[in-house]
């Protein structure tokens, strides 16, 4: 029902900046939420940065500062601006797409975002 392209990762030396973009196939203008979790191998995945209908934007601690989180509604798409990057970014960043707070979310299928130097 709701599909979602990812593209933007990459290979970035550390302090180096990168973004993420994820293409809704449906209209985001009332969507419940939209934003970006990530996952390292053999951990959890984690918040970070969600984005609301009425453009509240949430980030994880690790993330506050350093990344930003919009959209473009006209694209149906949503950005992640990561700057200062560090290796514990590294992960794959997954998008995140809740319709209304009665449906399960939707995920991309992820995006691989390495900072090494």
């Known amino acids: 029902q709701v599909q979602l392209v990812e593209s933007g990762g990459g290979l970035v030396h550390p302090g180096g900046s990168l973004r993420v973009s994820c293409a809704s196939s449906?209209?985001?203008?009332?969507?419940?939420?939209f934003g970006w979790y990530r996952q390292a191998p053999g951990k959890q995945r984690e918040l970070v940065a969600t984005?609301?209908?009425?453009?509240?934007?949430n980030y994880a601690d690790s993330a506050k500062g350093r990344f930003t989180i919009s959209r473009d509604n006209a694209k149906n798409t949503v950005y992640l601006q990561m700057n200062n990057l560090t290796p514990e970014d590294t992960a794959v960043y997954y998008c995140?797409?809740?319709?209304?707070?009665?449906?399960?979310?939707?995920w991309g299928q992820g995006t691989q975002v390495t900072v090494s130097s």
């Open positions: 995140y797409l809740r319709i209304t707070i009665l449906h399960s979310p939707s």
């Open positions: 449906i209209s985001i203008l009332d969507i419940y939420a």
């Open positions: 984005i609301t209908r009425g453009g509240t934007t």
